[in-house]
């Protein structure tokens, strides 16, 4: 699967004090964000996604 992450996506994410990278790493991606997409696999994209909540939790 391959996903987009924008360069207005990551500067959110900065402006929100997490960076792209560190995200990956945390979530067992051993990929570099060196330009806006990125290929992932299922299992992957979960991870992400889980550990995006888990540090864009607001409640």
């Not at 959110?12 to 060196?34: H, P, R």
């Not at 330009?35 to 409640?59: A, C, F, H, Q, T």
Request: hydrophobic share 45%; charged share 25%.
């Amino acid at each position: 699967m391959k996903i987009s992450i924008s360069n207005q996506f990551q500067i959110f994410m900065n402006k929100m004090g997490l960076n792209v990278n560190d995200i990956l790493q945390e979530a067992g991606i051993n990929k570099i964000l060196w330009k806006e997409n990125i290929d992932l696999n299922n299992s992957e994209y979960w991870r992400l996604l889980d550990v995006l909540d888990s540090k864009m939790d607001v409640s």
